[in-house]
């Protein structure tokens, strides 16, 4: 069974552009979570869906947003992207939501403003 | 509001020694309790969890926790280290109660198993 597939895995984006990130789940996994790490903050996180839905929030400004198609794939989108922003970003799969269903993670995007 | 403490940021443990991680939560109703293993450049991967039930959860690798409510308390342990365990290890809690989705992490704690 094939993991939980991040894409791109790097890049390099410009103070003000924005960047859209995007996550495959496991197949038949119907939750994906969004998590930023970073050295001085560690694991933060960002959001979760499930069925297309946005279930819980995390403490980060509007410009961070996301969303999930019918087909549990999701995308993150960072606008006006600030120095800050510069993170490994993580997407974690789980079979139900919530509760005692383990997230699995990908591999990540690492995100690099300049 | 539920939150994770790893007291140490690092651990270093001489290779076939026993190991310890140690993690402490803080939840207001009943925890769900997890750990993850970061090898470098790589995203994190699922060792086990604490759901309910036997106190003492096996997991992947040969680690094993061990869950303690009055210490609120869920130390990562494996009895004879292996070099190839050194990594970032990160304990995790949901809260039941609160209906949380979101897993809360530690800061993290870096083993390093010396040969």
């Known amino acids: 069974k094939a993991g939980v597939t991040q894409t791109p895995r790097y890049l390099i984006k410009t103070r003000g552009q924005q960047v859209t990130l995007s996550c495959s789940p496991i197949s038949g996994h119907r939750s994906v979570s969004w998590y930023q790490q970073t050295p001085g903050q560690g694991l933060q996180f960002l959001f979760e869906y499930f069925s297309e839905t946005q279930r819980n929030k995390g403490n980060f400004p509007g410009r961070f947003s996301g969303r999930q198609f019918s087909n549990s794939r999701s995308e993150m989108n960072v606008s006006t992207l600030e120095l800050g922003d510069s993170a490994l970003y993580l997407c974690a799969s789980s079979l139900l939501t919530g509760g005692a269903s383990e997230a699995f993670f990908g591999q990540g995007t690492r995100l690099t403003v300049v | 509001a539920q939150s994770v403490a790893q007291p140490e940021d690092q651990v270093n443990v001489a290779e076939g020694n026993p190991l310890t991680v140690k993690c402490t939560y803080s939840?207001?109703?009943?925890?769900?309790l997890f750990w993850y293993v970061q090898y470098p450049n790589r995203g994190l991967q699922f060792l086990l969890k604490?759901?309910?039930?036997?106190?003492l959860v096996k997991g992947s690798y040969g680690f094993e926790a061990e869950f303690n409510k009055s210490q609120t308390s869920f130390h990562l342990k494996k009895p004879s280290a292996l070099v190839s365990d050194s990594a970032l290890y990160f304990c995790?809690?949901?809260?039941?109660?609160?209906?949380?989705?979101?897993?809360?992490f530690g800061k993290g704690t870096k083993l390093s198993v010396i040969p």
């Open positions: 995790a809690v949901r809260d039941e109660g609160a209906g949380s989705y979101q897993l809360t």
């Open positions: 939840v207001s109703g009943n925890p769900y």
């Open positions: 604490y759901i309910t039930g036997d106190n």
